[in-house]
């Protein structure tokens, strides 16, 4: 029973000093930006057996200067404008959270 509580001790240590801060501060800013951005293209991806064979449309686009990728939601073609909330990790990577069409 003794090494048990030893065990679950090191264990809640190692988490608190490794794995809490990297979940906690890979988003430094919380808060989420909001961009227009043109479709620069339209992609087909094919994705594995465990999604299904079915062919999926991804949004190809701009966002502070990274080419993102977003699974299409709507119907749209390349050269549209769509308004993009996304937020920036630590590592410089745009994580996109949603896009809708851009009101014209």
Do not use: C
Not at 50 to 55: C, D, I, N, T
Not at 60 to 79: M, N
Not at 81 to 88: E, K, L, M, R, T
């Amino acid at each position: 029973m003794r090494y048990a509580g030893v065990l679950a001790a090191l264990l809640l240590v190692a988490w608190l000093a490794i794995w809490r801060p990297y979940f906690s501060n890979n988003i430094p800013y919380r808060s989420t930006r909001l961009a227009v951005a043109r479709i620069e293209r339209i992609d087909h991806l094919r994705p594995g057996p465990k999604e299904g064979f079915a062919m999926k449309e991804v949004f190809v686009l701009r966002v502070d200067g990274q080419e993102v990728e977003f699974p299409a939601s709507f119907r749209a073609v390349p050269g549209e404008y769509v308004a993009v909330n996304y937020v920036v990790d630590l590592k410089g990577r745009v994580l996109i959270s949603g896009i809708v069409p851009a009101k014209h």
